[in-house]
């Protein structure tokens, strides 16, 4: 599952992954991107939360690079939050 918001008062817009990311997930996630970006003036930042993410297999990365690419031309700073310890059901 893919969890799109902003805060525009902030020029914030936060991307979190949560469980099993599959290809079909990032068609609704580009559409959120979108109406989120409106919100936001060029230069905003945005945040990756990859804390509740279990598992993103290769064939997503085409539909993430997509993500990227429509996210970085308006933004000026990137970060990415993973969890630092590692769980046991995670590998």
Not at 39 to 65: N, S
Not at 74 to 79: G, H, K, L, Y
């Amino acid at each position: 599952m893919l969890l799109v918001t902003s805060n525009p008062s902030r020029q914030l817009l936060y991307l979190s992954f949560i469980g099993t990311v599959r290809p079909e997930d990032f068609a609704g996630g580009r559409t959120d991107i979108t109406t989120q970006l409106a919100g936001l003036a060029p230069g905003f930042h945005y945040l990756v939360d990859l804390t509740h993410l279990e598992f993103m297999g290769l064939e997503c990365m085409a539909e993430l690079g997509g993500f990227m690419d429509l996210i970085g031309t308006s933004s000026r700073c990137f970060i990415i939050r993973t969890d630092c310890e590692r769980s046991p059901t995670k590998t």
